[in-house]
């Protein structure tokens, strides 16, 4: 059986979290890899980062510029940085100063902190997110290229929060300091996607963009809470308390697909975990995800996919643990 939907039943008395499940599935893991303070002029150009990077500024203010970007940001105390694209960027107290290259200043072995200057004005703490290779561009693909969260937003007081304690776990020395600090830096990563959520300009119709309306909540967290069931459109209309026409209209303007669609996908994404963990067979993953028969989920599978079941368990590696 699968282990999203038996975490699912399991949880019948608390309701479905779909952007919980989604975390879950993308294996999405945060880790802060250093930082740096300084003092005085200065800049650093940091290469086009390989994974999600965040970052976040602790004490004093910067300029950010983006490749890419028209325009430098100006990050205060508290602003927060998520970079998704495959871009350099650059740090700097004032946009003139010419930058020095990153990886020289963290070269040394086992080092994850600099400084330049005197270190008295400015301090930076930067990580990256973790995603399993193939379920993680469900994540991936839907975050816009760069999202800056100011520390004036709704969400400032819980990032001052991990902000002080991330950097209070990093100098003490305590036991359980690596493991306290990727469990911060993940809380960190949940409000970013939060607060993108919430102050975000309009986004593209996607996932993610539902997850954010509350008129469709009720509907995605019955479809999460048994992908297995054959919903029907006018239960899950009724539960988001719209007509047929309209919830089915509005869903697709705010997801990009039609709700039994979504359903079918998020099936597909469960079966495709499930295939990878290579532990049941093809019949019974579709039969854990409602399909009366091995073809008739098969046949959804490429559909959906382009690939059989069984030519994508032999094609992909096992997911991230």
């Known amino acids: 059986m699968l282990e999203s939907s038996r975490y699912l039943r399991e949880s019948t008395n608390m309701e479905a979290d779909p952007f919980s499940d989604i975390l879950k599935l993308t294996n999405a893991a945060s880790l802060v890899t250093g930082g740096f303070t300084a003092g ?24 950010v510029s983006i490749d890419g970007e028209t325009e430098p940001a100006r990050f205060e105390t508290g602003d927060v940085g998520l970079l998704t694209a495959r871009r350099s960027f650059v740090l700097a107290s004032d946009s003139s100063v010419a930058p020095v290259d990153a990886m020289p200043l963290f070269s040394g072995t086992g080092r994850s902190t600099a400084q330049l200057g005197d270190g008295r004005d400015f301090a930076y703490i930067g990580g990256h997110v973790l995603l399993d290779p ?11 290229a760069w999202i800056h969260v100011p520390a004036t937003s709704p969400q400032a007081t819980a990032f001052r929060y991990l902000l002080d304690q991330l950097v209070e776990e990093r100098s003490s020395g305590l036991p359980g300091t690596q493991l306290a600090s990727a469990h911060l830096a993940q809380l960190l990563f949940i ?4 607060a993108h959520l919430k102050t975000a300009a309009p986004m593209s119709a996607s996932w993610l963009r539902a997850l954010g309306d509350s008129r469709i909540t009720p509907a995605l967290q019955l479809m999460h809470s048994d992908p297995r069931r054959a919903w029907h459109l006018e239960e899950l209309a009724r539960a988001c308390a719209m007509s047929r026409t309209t919830f089915a209209s509005y869903f697709k303007m705010v997801a990009g697909v039609a709700p039994l669609t979504y359903l079918t996908e998020w099936r597909m994404r469960l079966a495709e975990r499930a295939l990878r963990d290579k532990a049941a067979s093809v019949a019974a993953i579709g039969q854990s995800l409602g399909y009366a028969s091995e073809s008739a989920f098969s046949n959804a599978f490429k559909r959906v996919t382009g690939h059989s079941p069984r030519a994508y368990r032999n094609h992909m590696p096992p997911p991230l643990r």
């Open 40 to 63: 005085g002029p200065w800049a650093i150009r940091f290469p086009a980062p390989d994974k999600i990077k965040f970052f976040a500024i602790v004490k004093g203010h910067c300029w």
């Open 134 to 144: 193939a379920s993680g561009r469900l994540l991936a693909n839907v975050l816009p």
């Open 191 to 194: 409000q970013i996607l939060r």
